[in-house]
């Protein structure tokens, strides 16, 4: 009896320890809640070369993206490019209101490490799969985009969705529109999704581009992306900023260099190479009466580039 009483008692002991400490290699690492605000834009030439952003929470100084193509597995066999931060671009959005509910709008008190990262030697015409580690021992999930260089390209192509959380209708309209399209697509896959501006109500509210990035084609696509007069604004329409475009972006920094050698809207005015088209994305919000001279050095800088 004592025998049989010790035999039961090793085996509830043998499938606790079973249950309460499973193999580490069998343990999913948590997703990081410290990388938020995630995007694939366009490099200079897009067929090797993407631009990735984020945002971070301050104590995130060594965040950095994984990357492989999406045919692989083993993110140990990644590659890995640390981040550039900048650690006051969240100065222009604090003070700026927005609405988490139609029933509850707060002042933007959010301060967070805006992370550039620009993936060159791609492989051209072929998806990726991407993730952020925030340095602390978790990931993002994963995101996708795809390099040009196939014979065809498809994209989808939207506008004035104006995101706005009590209006949440609106995102919704546009994500059934672009899921639809996207459906029609061979594959019912596209390369990207192109944008003429607009995309929220009010650039200056950091939460709504967190909103628009959360969104399935965001995660799964290349954003390419045109400023309009609504990405400038906070809600109050007193302080407009193209600064709100670029932060949330990493487009190429190539054009309208100005009179001097800080550029002019980086990031917000550009051009990519995508296959053999030619991309110039301008913001007409912005052009004065400087746009002859601004041009002439912006044409001279991209006929040298081209050529290069």
Same mark, same amino acid.
């Given at each position: 009896?004592?025998?049989?009483?010790?035999? *039961?008692?090793?085996?509830?002991?043998?499938?606790?320890?079973?249950?309460?400490?499973?193999?580490?290699?069998?343990?999913?690492?948590?997703?990081?809640?410290?990388?938020?605000?995630?995007?694939?834009?366009?490099?200079?030439?897009?067929?090797? !070369?993407?631009?990735?952003?984020?945002?971070?929470? +301050?104590?995130?100084?060594?965040?950095?993206? !994984?990357?492989?193509?999406? &045919? %692989?597995?083993?993110?140990?066999?990644?590659?890995?490019?640390?981040? &550039? #931060?900048?650690?006051?671009? =969240?100065?222009?959005?604090?003070?700026?209101?927005? @609405?988490?509910?139609?029933?509850?709008?707060?002042? %933007?008190?959010?301060?967070?490490?805006?992370?550039?990262?620009?993936?060159?030697?791609?492989?051209?015409?072929?998806? =990726?799969? #991407?993730?952020?580690?925030?340095?602390?021992?978790?990931?993002?999930?994963?995101?996708?985009?795809?390099?040009?260089? @196939?014979?065809?390209?498809?994209?989808?192509?939207?506008?004035?969705?104006?995101?706005?959380?009590?209006?949440?209708?609106?995102? +919704?309209?546009?994500?059934?529109?672009?899921?639809?399209?996207?459906?029609?697509?061979?594959?019912?896959?596209?390369?990207?999704?192109?944008?003429? /501006?607009?995309?929220?109500?009010?650039?200056?509210? =950091?939460?709504?581009? !967190?909103?628009?990035?959360?969104?399935?084609?965001?995660?799964?696509?290349?954003?390419?992306?045109?400023? /309009?007069?609504?990405?400038?604004?906070?809600? *109050?329409?007193?302080?407009?900023?193209?600064?709100?475009?670029?932060?949330?972006?990493?487009?190429?920094?190539?054009?309208?260099?100005?009179?001097?050698?800080?550029?002019? %809207?980086?990031?917000?005015? #550009?051009?990519?190479? =995508?296959?053999?088209?030619?991309?110039?994305?301008?913001?007409?919000?912005?052009?004065?009466?400087?746009?002859?001279?601004?041009?002439?050095?912006?044409?001279?800088?991209?006929?040298?580039?081209?050529?290069?």
């Amino acid at each position: 009896m004592k025998t049989r009483i010790l035999s *039961l008692a090793l085996c509830v002991m043998f499938l606790f320890t079973v249950v309460s400490f499973p193999d580490s290699a069998t343990v999913s690492a948590a997703l990081s809640t410290k990388v938020t605000h995630i995007i694939a834009n366009p490099g200079e030439k897009t067929n090797t !070369e993407i631009g990735i952003r984020w945002s971070a929470t +301050t104590d995130c100084t060594a965040a950095f993206v !994984e990357y492989m193509p999406a &045919t %692989e597995s083993n993110w140990a066999n990644a590659s890995k490019l640390n981040g &550039t #931060y900048n650690d006051t671009d =969240y100065s222009h959005f604090i003070g700026n209101s927005y @609405a988490n509910s139609a029933a509850a709008t707060f002042a %933007e008190t959010h301060k967070f490490l805006s992370y550039k990262a620009n993936l060159k030697n791609l492989t051209p015409a072929t998806r =990726y799969q #991407y993730r952020i580690g925030d340095g602390k021992g978790d990931h993002s999930e994963v995101r996708y985009f795809k390099t040009s260089g @196939a014979d065809t390209f498809s994209f989808v192509w939207i506008s004035d969705v104006h995101v706005h959380t009590p209006s949440s209708g609106r995102l +919704t309209v546009a994500n059934n529109a672009i899921n639809y399209a996207i459906s029609q697509a061979p594959n019912q896959t596209v390369d990207m999704v192109f944008t003429t /501006g607009d995309m929220l109500a009010y650039g200056g509210s =950091y939460y709504y581009w !967190e909103q628009m990035y959360n969104t399935n084609w965001a995660k799964n696509n290349l954003f390419v992306n045109t400023n /309009g007069n609504h990405d400038n604004m906070n809600n *109050l329409n007193n302080r407009n900023k193209w600064n709100y475009f670029s932060i949330m972006h990493n487009n190429p920094r190539n054009c309208f260099l100005g009179t001097s050698t800080t550029p002019y %809207e980086p990031g917000v005015v #550009y051009w990519f190479l =995508y296959n053999n088209i030619l991309w110039f994305v301008l913001d007409n919000e912005t052009q004065t009466a400087d746009i002859t001279s601004r041009r002439s050095v912006s044409s001279r800088r991209l006929a040298a580039d081209i050529i290069h």
